[in-house]
């Protein structure tokens, strides 16, 4: 699985932005897909992953309320809403995929990572 994550950019605190993680492959959806982020300066944290077919989303506390995990499996493509965004959230987002997981936020549980997309938020 090839994954390609876009949709990053600058916004002011309060905004808005949509992350796209656009993955190659016939079976994209038996994969568990996740989000992560590092900051600079910081290790990567957790911030949402869904399951297969989407039935089951996962979210960090720091983001649960503000952010959206979902999945098109017709478009090989997860996305990641995030609103009201705060300058803590400035990171690299990066976008992760694994066949199956015991712990989705376990960053060491993913097989497959795409490049990352920068999002900075302004205070």
């Known amino acids: 699985v090839q994954l390609q994550a876009s949709g990053g950019g600058l916004v002011q605190a309060g905004g808005s932005l949509r992350l796209s993680c656009a993955a190659s492959?016939?079976?994209?959806?038996?994969?568990?897909i996740g989000w992560f982020r590092q900051a600079p300066g910081k290790e990567r944290e957790f911030v949402a992953a869904i399951r297969r077919y989407g039935t089951i989303p996962y979210y960090a506390d720091s983001v649960k309320g503000r952010f959206s995990i979902s999945r098109d499996n017709a478009k090989n493509t997860v996305y990641l809403q995030m609103n009201t965004l705060k300058p803590e959230d400035t990171a690299v987002y990066y976008c992760?995929?694994?066949?199956?997981?015991?712990?989705?936020?376990?960053?060491?549980?993913?097989?497959?990572w795409g490049q990352g997309t920068q999002v900075t938020v302004s205070s």
């Open positions: 992760a995929a694994a066949a199956s997981v015991y712990r989705a936020a376990g960053e060491d549980e993913y097989d497959y």
């Open positions: 492959g016939r079976t994209f959806s038996s994969y568990v």
